[in-house]
């Protein structure tokens, strides 16, 4: 019902910058919440900023000042972006972007991922 496809990985030096884009289309009404997480080697799938119904934003604390989550609605296409900003080596991970909805067809979809490597 919905598809996501990110893109705007890539390899970028520590303090460098890069924007990840991601498309969303499908039934994208009644929206709960719709995010980026990501997933280091080794680790868990961990939360990097969020954007739920109201507008309300959360990000992680680790990349709280450096990281920007924002969004563009088209007629039936939907558009989420992360600026990432003084990016660090340990921000290296395949990221994900996410969305949500409860009613009135309940999903929670993730996109391919697309790879971030922040080299020292």
């Known amino acids: 019902q919905v598809q996501l496809v990110e893109s705007g990985g890539g390899l970028v030096q520590a303090g460098g910058s890069l924007r990840l884009s991601c498309a969303i289309s499908?039934?994208?009404?009644?929206?709960?919440?719709m995010g980026w997480y990501r997933q280091a080697p080794g680790k868990q799938r961990e939360l990097v900023a969020t954007?739920?119904?109201?507008?309300?934003?959360?990000?992680a604390d680790s990349v709280k000042g450096r990281f920007t989550i924002s969004s563009d609605n088209g007629k039936n296409t939907e558009t989420m972006y992360l600026q990432m900003n003084s990016l660090k080596p340990e921000d290296t991970a395949v990221y994900y972007c996410?969305?949500?909805?409860?009613?009135?067809?309940?999903?929670?979809?993730w996109g391919q991922g697309t790879q971030v490597t922040v080299s020292s």
């Open positions: 954007i739920a119904s109201g507008d309300r934003i959360n990000y």
């Open positions: 996410n969305i949500k909805r409860t009613w009135p067809t309940p999903y929670d979809s």
């Open positions: 499908g039934s994208i009404f009644n929206i709960n919440a």
